[in-house]
Every structure is written in C-alpha cells, then in structure tokens.
C-alpha cells in the first residue's frame, strides 16, 4: 500500500461522542443524528462514538448542529471529540469529498441561541514552534465574542454555541492552512446545573 504523506490529502473527520444526562439519552442521542442533514459527510455510528469525513466545512456544520440539536432539548448535555486534518496515515476512502461548500445546517443553527462551556486543545503536529502556532489561535480568540481563559492543557470558552464552534473552526482552519497535520480535541457542555 502506498504511504501518504502530509500534506496529499486534505480529507477532514471528526470522531465525537454525546453524552445527553437525561433518562433520554439514547432518544436524543439518535434523533440528533438523525435530524440534522449529514448528507455531505460519510458518517459511521457505534455503541462508542460517530465518526464523520468529509471537507472541513462540513465536519463542522454537522458537528456543531448535531451538539445543538442535543442542547435544545433542555436537557444537560455534554459532546466530546477530536477533529483531525492531513493524517498521513489515513486513508482515502470512507469520505464525501465532491460535494460543494455549501453547507446544510447553517440556517438550522444560527437560529438556536444557546450558552455553553467548552475546552479545547489544539496540536499542530510535527512542528518544534507548535507553540508560537497554539498562541497565535488563542489571541485570535479573543476577538469572536466568547469569553477565552486559560486552563491547564487546554484553552476555555464560554459563551453562544455558535460562537464557540466558530473560534474552534477558525482556529482549526487557520493552523491547517500552514501545518499539514493538525488536531484538535474538544469538550462543550450545555444546560449544566453546576455552577463554575
Ligand atoms: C454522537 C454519538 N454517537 C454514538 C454514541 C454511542 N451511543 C451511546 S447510546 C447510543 C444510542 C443507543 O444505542 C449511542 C449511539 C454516542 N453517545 N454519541
């Protein structure tokens, strides 16, 4: 089999798991799956986790709906996962890259105003000034209208779901567009009863 290296290859996945607190989980957990518009992504679903491929824009459209989906039932619900670009290990298949850009959820979400908790961390693989990479996003953060702190192994915000999927998106995109391998993990909550 021939080895890709970083670089050949900008398929884009996510593999993610909800965790909806309520008796309900598995209900909310299928019909968010079910509901929002996953057509321009090839997606696998196990007792796990739901792993998508496809463009980046896409990951992120149907990720940040399918949290959304979740949190606008009410009900506290958490969503976990790694966002990955330019594995030189992956492989080819199992992805919907010939689809356009135009994105499916957009509409959906940007109408859902919904407060939320996330940490996130990014790791621009391969590179010894992954530092200088990591702290220029985290700056650029601050200007997205969500609240930016620090914490250990990861950089915290709170504010609308939309906002928050944005600063991530962009972060990603933006180191992407300069490390050819790049991942990121994240963990938002909504509807928490606990207080900070
Ligand atoms: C995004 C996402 N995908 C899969 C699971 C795993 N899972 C746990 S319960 C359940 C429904 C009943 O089988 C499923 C699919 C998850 N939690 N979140």
Redesign the pocket.
């Given at each position: 089999m021939m080895r890709m290296r970083c670089g050949d290859s900008r398929i884009a996945g996510c593999q993610?798991?909800?965790?909806p607190m309520s008796d309900n989980?598995?209900t909310i957990?299928?019909t968010a799956?079910k509901e929002v518009d996953t057509s321009k992504v090839w997606k696998d679903?196990?007792?796990?986790?739901?792993c998508i491929r496809g463009k980046l824009v896409h990951v992120f459209d149907v990720t940040r709906a399918?949290f959304l989906h979740a949190a606008k039932t009410g009900e506290h619900a958490a969503m976990s996962g790694t966002y990955s670009i330019g594995c030189p290990g992956d492989s080819s298949g199992d992805v919907l890259m010939s689809e356009t850009d135009v994105v499916l959820n957009q509409q959906n979400s940007q109408s859902i105003r919904q407060q939320a908790s996330c940490k996130f961390a990014l790791y621009p693989m391969g590179r010894e000034d992954y530092m200088d990479t990591i702290y220029e996003q985290i700056d650029l953060s601050q200007s997205q209208g969500v609240k930016v702190s620090g914490s250990h192994y990861a950089t915290r915000l709170d504010g609308d779901v939309n906002d928050i999927f944005r600063t991530m998106e962009e972060a990603f995109e933006n180191v992407q567009s300069k490390v050819s391998h790049v991942t990121m993990t994240f963990t938002i909550s909504a509807n928490s009863p606990s207080t900070k």
């Open positions: 993610f798991t909800l965790f989980f598995a957990i299928l799956l679903t196990d007792d796990v986790s739901t399918i």
